[in-house]
């Protein structure tokens, strides 16, 4: 079938650019994340022209789109922060990794997709991605309890913690949300580890502020995760169901620390593990948070007395 000039300008124009052999992919780590989880999406501009590539002049030299598969409109929050000049040689690959979270409202549940654009403003040329979909989920709360933060000169803030869970390829994951007292100010949202079903996960707040959780990861491990007021992970411990099972306990001081089963140092162990020099079951971790365990672990799954 022969084709028309006109018909075949037409089919070119749907391609992604890819003209001068420059090309620009987008991805995005994971196709499915949470409610005002962060949304990390990498940009890959390769280079095969023959030249430098000069990038960055301009502040909009990279621009995003997020539509909605489901027809809702995605408000634009603010700029995507992309300035920085820089010049790519030809035969050379460049990255830019951005949030998407903060610079878009995400904050309805559906499908989306996200297309970038490169614009190269001496060549007078765009070069646009294929897009990349991806979903936002709801997921189901467990748990929640309102802290206070202190605030110099006046009333405290009022926060909350709140443990989610979600299903991610058939499997659940764990969610912490750290917000305020209305859920309406995000300071972070961001998965702990995969949960069973059958066990619900233990969770405690020290005089300090600090979110210590406990939950059950498979049939006989359990990850300890210690989590600060403004939603930074501090601690990540793993402990092994043994003779006696892992809990939550507070001692008179009120520090909260695991009672029962066995520590087991791992690569992911925040802060890192040295094997060589791993606590004994229930005692205190290199590094670990002032709020996390006591200074002498209690025997006998007993919490310490006072002297």
């Known amino acids: 079938m022969r084709i028309s000039p006109l018909l075949a300008a037409v089919l070119l124009s749907a391609v992604p650019a890819a003209w001068g052999q420059i090309s620009v992919d987008v991805d995005v780590e994971q196709d499915q994340f949470l409610r005002d989880e962060g949304l990390p999406v990498q940009v890959r501009v390769t280079n095969r022209s023959g030249q430098a590539l000069p990038l960055g002049r301009e502040d909009d030299w990279l621009a995003f789109a997020v539509e909605s598969l489901d027809g809702a409109v995605v408000t634009k929050l603010g700029p995507v922060p992309v300035t920085g000049e820089f010049s790519l040689a030809s035969g050379s690959v460049a990255k830019q990794q951005v ?130 007021p403004e939603g930074e992970l501090v601690l990540r411990h793993t402990y092994d169901y043994t003779a006696t099972r892992p809990t939550l306990r507070p001692n008179e001081e009120g520090r909260i620390f695991v009672s029962g089963g066995a520590r087991h140092p791992t690569s992911a162990d925040i802060p890192p593990s040295l094997t060589s020099a791993a606590p004994q079951p229930g005692g205190p971790a290199p590094g670990a948070a002032p709020t996390n365990v006591p200074a002498e672990p209690p025997k006998n799954d007993q919490a310490p007395k006072k002297k």
Do not use: M
Request: charged letters at 25%; one cysteine or more.
């Open 99 to 228: 949030d998407l979270v903060p610079c878009y409202d995400l904050s309805q549940p559906g499908r989306y997709q996200v297309t970038a654009t490169v614009r190269i403003k001496e060549w007078d040329k765009e070069f646009v991605s294929r897009p990349h979909p991806f979903e936002v989920v709801r997921g189901t709360k467990l748990w929640e309890q309102e802290f206070g933060v202190p605030s110099p000169g006046g009333a405290p803030e009022t926060r909350k913690y709140i443990l989610q869970q979600a299903n991610y390829r058939k499997r659940l994951k764990l969610y912490v949300r750290v917000a305020d007292s209305s859920d309406q100010r995000v300071f972070r949202v961001f998965p702990c580890g995969p949960l069973v079903s059958f066990n619900q996960p233990e969770a405690q707040v020290d005089k300090s502020g600090y979110l210590h959780v406990l939950f059950q990861t498979g049939a006989h491990t359990f990850l300890f995760c210690v989590v600060g």
